[in-house]
């Protein structure tokens, strides 16, 4: 059974528009990780959060931020006024046991000039 | 080096024959993972090393999948008698303990042809 569900396939938007992504995950542990990771055309995974299921605040970086939702099992991402090189494939992944990561299918954003 | 290397960055081989890809992870790690991630999808995970040893190598499809890291710092993956369905990219990352940031490399992208 898929344990993260990534539901957008693409997103496209105008530079300096807020985009959301979405991320359910499914997990039966009480204890569990949430990360999201970034991948920019070069192919490298570039991690941007890591979250722990006991830690439901949410998280701001900059133009980056998280909402954590345990009753809904979802972990959304928000890019606040999106930049060209936003442009990149982002994934939602799981971890149960801390190391082991399941990743969701990714979100492609594309922001246009 | 800065990051985790892994070479080579591409790679074309004929059904059948043997490959092996090589990850130098971030000196000082002592967790190294593999991942594979096929067009379009999210990474799956391979196997995880603690320090010499495979702690964790469920991920591996099968006995043609094998993984070594002998002084607990360079790994190599080895695919024997390569199947069209084994092309995809293969990621390499590292962490300094088990369970924070994991550091990934740009990927092989093997081909078999």
């Known amino acids: 059974a898929q344990k993260v569900t990534q539901a957008q396939t693409e997103i496209s938007v105008v530079e300096k528009e807020d985009v959301t992504l979405d991320c359910v995950y499914e997990?039966?542990?009480?204890?569990?990780?949430l990360f999201w990771y970034k991948q920019p055309p070069s192919g490298e995974l570039v991690f941007l959060i890591r979250?722990?299921?006991?830690?439901?605040q949410n998280e701001i970086s900059g133009r980056y931020s998280w909402n954590f939702q345990k009753s809904t099992s979802s972990f959304n991402f928000t890019i606040t006024a999106s930049q060209v090189v936003d442009s990149a494939v982002y994934f939602c992944?799981?971890?149960?046991?801390?190391?082991?990561?399941?990743f969701g299918a990714g979100t492609t954003v594309t922001v246009r000039a | 080096g800065a990051g985790v290397s892994q070479t080579p960055s591409n790679k074309v081989t004929e059904k059948g024959k043997y490959v092996e890809l090589r990850c130098d992870p971030i000196?000082?790690?002592?967790?190294l993972y593999w991942y594979r991630q096929s067009l379009g999808q999210g990474p799956e995970f391979l196997i995880y090393?603690?320090?010499?040893?495979?702690?964790?190598d469920s991920g591996l499809p099968n006995d043609r999948f094998f993984a070594v890291r002998p002084e607990g710092s360079v790994s190599t993956l080895k695919i024997q008698r390569t199947e069209r369905g084994d092309s995809a990219v293969y990621l390499c990352?590292?962490?300094?303990?088990?369970?924070?940031?994991?550091?990934f490399g740009q990927g092989t992208r093997l081909t078999v042809v």
């Open positions: 090393f603690q320090g010499t040893g495979a702690a964790d």
């Open positions: 979250r722990n299921s006991f830690d439901e």
């Open positions: 992944a799981l971890s149960e046991n801390d190391y082991k990561l399941s």
């Open positions: 990352a590292s962490s300094l303990i088990r369970g924070s940031e994991a550091f």
């Open positions: 000196s000082g790690h002592t967790a």
């Open positions: 997990t039966r542990d009480t204890t569990y990780y």
